[in-house]
């Protein structure tokens, strides 16, 4: 069992950055492949970036490329989402999840464990 808690969203404007934070307690975050998605009002939820285990495979939505970065800290059971160069588009909620495998999926259903997720606002 894993619980995961997010924290680092907020109200920002067009060009602004954001770091997400989510710890993971229970079992240890390092048996978990890692992934970040999010969920517009009215869409569905989309993948956003994924990281492995150890975090030597990383994946990115097209959207997010060059402008997010996923990384984990093992040893503090915790994985971050940072936002750069943020658009009115990125505007959502953001949630982390954990997958029981080495690599992180972009399929949300495969994900076991996910936080409560945390709204981010992007004005322009």
């Known amino acids: 069992q894993v619980q995961l808690v997010e924290s680092g969203g907020g109200l920002v404007q067009a060009g602004d950055s954001l770091r997400h934070s989510c710890a993971a307690s229970?079992?240890?975050?390092?048996?978990?492949?890692m992934g970040w998605f999010r969920q517009a009002p009215g869409k569905e939820r989309e993948f956003v970036a994924g990281i492995s285990r150890r975090g030597g495979i990383i994946y990115y939505a097209d959207s997010v490329k060059g402008r997010f970065t996923i990384s984990r800290d093992n040893a503090k059971n915790t994985v971050f989402l940072q936002m750069n160069s943020l658009k009115p588009e990125d505007t959502a909620v953001y949630y982390c999840?954990?997958?029981?495998?080495?690599?992180?999926?972009?399929?949300?259903?495969?994900?076991?464990?996910w936080g409560q997720g945390t709204q981010v606002t992007v004005s322009s």
């Open positions: 999840a954990a997958d029981y495998t080495n690599t992180a999926s972009s399929r949300y259903p495969e994900y076991d464990y």
């Open positions: 229970g079992r240890t975050c390092s048996s978990y492949a």
